[in-house]
């Protein structure tokens, strides 16, 4: 399984931007499709975005698309996730997560997770 560490959440007005970043470990990385999920404070966990082993094809949230966007590294092994003009509704802990297909992201590796808080 890959170990996954994420960076760069913090603090940030609406209308503002972050950049998400998940290191993977392992020689398998460009093996496995790599996406975000985040998880407000009393809500669920939900899917944020993915992208393919070869990062050709990406798919978001209906809450996101527009806003974000999601790019890999192979050489680096990293994934990672811009996010411009957050709303308060953005903020949660966001997960990276990886697997080896699309259809069962969410039942693969997690990472630790990293805090994003957009203020009005």
């Known amino acids: 399984q890959a170990q996954l560490v994420e960076s760069g959440g913090g603090l940030v007005q609406a209308g503002g931007s972050l950049r998400l970043s998940c290191a993977a470990s392992?020689?398998?990385?460009?093996?496995?499709?790599m996406g975000w999920f985040r998880q407000a404070p009393g809500k669920e966990r939900e899917f944020v975005a993915a992208i393919s082993w070869s990062g050709g094809t990406t798919d978001y949230a209906d809450s996101v698309t527009g806003r974000f966007t999601i790019s890999r590294d192979n050489a680096k092994n990293t994934v990672d996730l811009q996010m411009n003009s957050l709303k308060p509704d953005d903020t949660a802990v966001y997960y990276c997560v990886a697997n080896v297909n699309r259809a069962t992201l969410h039942l693969g590796s997690w990472g630790q997770g990293t805090q994003v808080t957009v203020f009005s």
């Open positions: 392992g020689r398998t990385f460009r093996s496995y499709v």
